[in-house]
């Protein structure tokens, strides 16, 4: 999973202040974001703070990181005024839930885009809810995380009119990742 964040982040060559920010928030039974928005201005350095992540285990609480991804990744206070904010949920435990689909009406309500990848393998990803939480029906499953980067990530990006790798545009992105 961290390779395919890294994989993905590799796409935008413009991570500084003024264009492109990356966030994480890893949630198992709790979240937390070790990586904020502001947090790194070069992508090496940001890839090296990815790959050393310990991911958490647990449940998958997507509304708890939904919420701190209003509360704080997203908050007004970090990001620029004129951004996109993109947020990609990366997964392997999704079921339907009211719940969940209250906490994402939310943050698109702020005019957050939200993406999603699941990982169908186990058997856990409700598919037809994924596609009712995404914008624009922007949602991917790959069978094994072995698939992340060759199969969700290229779809993502080619699909997605919210990516656009080549364009230096302000925008931010914030991925979850639950394992």
Known sequence: ML???????REYT??????????IIRYGNSADAPIQLTSYSDI???VAAIGQLQ????SSNVVAALNLLQSR???SSVVRSNAARIAVIVTDQ???NPQITSAA???QSQGITIVAVGITGPRRVDIEFMFTIVSNRCAFRVNDYSQLIYDAKDRMVEQCTCFNPTTPSSRSMFMFCNK
């Open 44 to 46: 090496d350095r940001l």
């Open 105 to 107: 009406n939310s943050v």
């Open 94 to 96: 999704l079921p339907s």
């Open 14 to 23: 413009y991570i500084n202040a003024n264009c492109v920010r990356v966030a």
């Open 73 to 75: 990744v997203f908050a």
């Open 55 to 58: 991911l958490i285990g647990g």
């Open 3 to 9: 390779d395919f964040i890294i994989a993905v982040v």
